[in-house]
């Protein structure tokens, strides 16, 4: 813990802007045309200079690929495609010097079939490692055991048979990527020898894949049918997840993964991906300071970007985080369309103001890889969809297009690799959007993000002060809210110029990209924000 310019004192994972890579497509450092760890280290001094003061990089574990890391072999062993541990540890040390701190992503919900627990549980129903995983019966009909629906594909069962012991697994993604079972004592406890695994190499704390879901219904109950008022994302299933999330005893298993992280000296944290959509389950991830140390908002993530949605998403978790909790707020990730194209439309205006909220709402942000640039989603055509959703429902309903390579220059290769070599996936439109090409453009989208980093890093406000929401003249097309004593942030969503009082002050930043940009004008009383201008004022 140092201290910041104005006392407090910093933690990282709270004072800090966080930084998703998906080491795949970040940089090739081999020209084999995939993204490895060598890839990371070399882009260390970017991240250093842009100010991000962690990264969490998706799976770099053993995999056979059928989910991209996320369908695990083996929890120890990094994937060669990505380099081996040794490279983790140069990148570790080389990212310590810098002050930065690096996360990894754990997989504990599930494993891949090709893990040695399940091909040890497929030998027999009595085999040491069956229990590691959720084994049951078929229903009366021969049919599957409840009416559990597959997260990927809401038309299909949860449910696998294994033809060979007339049981069914259960496996709640791919059919390959088999449930584990955490009521057995015996999985908590490879998983606490695997976090410690990676802690003792110096890994700062874990991005813990599909948290809330690890353990379920010890009966495995049917689950109810969905109500008409359910989130959209719910009523996609048509059944409410009941009994295979969110059950009341992944408490305990999460306050023991808190246990083991904090049994250090310096502790590590936890990050979870909380994907609910109700704001009383997801502040419970929280525990009572002994649970996740910061849960990923999915509602924020899936708000449209309009003021009022996206008021209500943030003031709802302000209203029930319990005192103790930290908000963490992201607009995208390696499963959802990047969010300069889902929420903004690919307009830089909109793409501008989007960055200065997740900035300097309460909270950590996290960006991924390219955010900081304005990169849009890439359309990837069918004969080339790698992510088993996208070969389930088509191009733009799979994740290959936020997957794509970074956009580090124009030239063959983007800077991602050597030029001519065949990505693993599609470049981008890497000429139109580049770190090259904004790094010394003051009036950049690159420029803008680091100077809000540096704003927050200066700012108690921005880092620590309480959000308290102010009453714009029109609530549906306008958000403002003050951060602590002297900062106002206000934001126009709206395509038309909207006016806002009680706004006393300097403007620090503006959104505003042209020659109407206000920056270092008083406000006194007054200001009119012009088509999707966001603003930060301070008054001293
Ligand atoms: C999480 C991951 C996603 C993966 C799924 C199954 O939602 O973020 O990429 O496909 O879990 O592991
Ligand atoms: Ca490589």
Redesign the pocket.
Known sequence: MTTSPGGHDWVWWRDGVLYQIYPRSFSDSNGDGIGDLRGITGKLDYLQWLGVEGIWINPITASPND?WG?DVSDYCAVHPELGTLDDLDDLIAEATERGIRVLLDL?PN?SSDQHSWFADALQSPTSSKRDYYVWADPAPDGGSPNNWVNTFNPGASAWTLDTVSGQYHLSQ?LAS?PDLNWWNDDVRDEFDRIFRFWYDRGVAGFRL??CHAVVKDRELRDNPPTEADDHWYTRMYGQRFVYNTNRPEVHDVIRRWRAVADSYADPRVLVG?T?VLDSNAYAAYYGNDDELNLAFNMILLHARFDATEMRTAVESAEALLPATAWPTWTGGN??NHRWATRWCNNEPAKIRAAMLMLMTLRGTPFLYYGDEIGMPDTDVPEPEILDPVGHMFGPRMGRDNERTPMHWNAASGAGFSDPGVVPWLRYGDHEACNVAAQVDDPQSMLALTRRLIKLRRESDDLRRGAYTSIPTGDDTLAWAWRRGESTVVAMNFGAIPVTIDDVFGTVALSTDSGSTNREGHVIAGTITLSAHEAIVVVSQ
């Open positions: 989910d996320y997989v599930h993604f990527q894949d599909v991906e994907y390696h499963d």
